[in-house]
């Protein structure tokens, strides 16, 4: 009985690196896909969204952060622009520290 103990190298290597090649353009192939789907998806939801209902909650936004006005007139609750309650709110704690320290010495 005759015993086969060569290994056929050549068609191993040969089908390893077609293995290869195929794991390759299979994982490219993926991933370009991947990204044109993620590149449309970007389009629909953000480029072509309308702006229009962004664009006035903004304004509006905008206006309340800017302008004085009544929140409620029975309580004397007022709205004061942003730029300038931080200037109020500076000064309230700046005075506040400058007690503490007189107090403290």
Same mark, same amino acid.
């Given at each position: 009985? $005759?015993?086969?103990? %060569? ?10 690196f077609v293995? @290869?090649?195929? +794991?390759?353009? @299979?994982?490219?192939?993926?991933? #370009? =896909?991947?990204?044109? #789907? ?8 953000? #480029?072509?969204?309308? +702006?229009?209902? &962004? %664009? &006035?909650?903004?304004?509006? $936004?905008?206006?309340? =952060? ?10 004397? $609750? ?6 300038? @309650?931080?200037?109020? #709110?500076?000064?309230?704690? /700046? /005075? ?5 320290? /007189? %107090?403290? &010495?």
């Open positions: 009985m $005759q015993r086969y103990n %060569d290994l056929n190298v050549t068609a191993i290597a040969v089908a390893t293995g @290869a090649v195929l +794991t390759f353009a @299979a994982i490219l192939g993926i991933q #370009v =896909l991947y990204y044109a #789907v993620a590149n449309r998806q970007h389009e629909q939801k953000v #480029v072509a969204a309308p +702006t229009f209902e &962004s %664009d &006035s909650v903004i304004a509006e $936004q905008e206006v309340k =952060l800017t302008r004085y006005g009544w929140i409620n007139r029975e309580k004397n $609750q007022v709205a004061v622009p942003i730029e300038r @309650a931080m200037e109020l #709110v500076v000064r309230e704690l /700046s /005075s506040e520290n400058g007690k503490e320290q /007189s %107090d403290g &010495s």
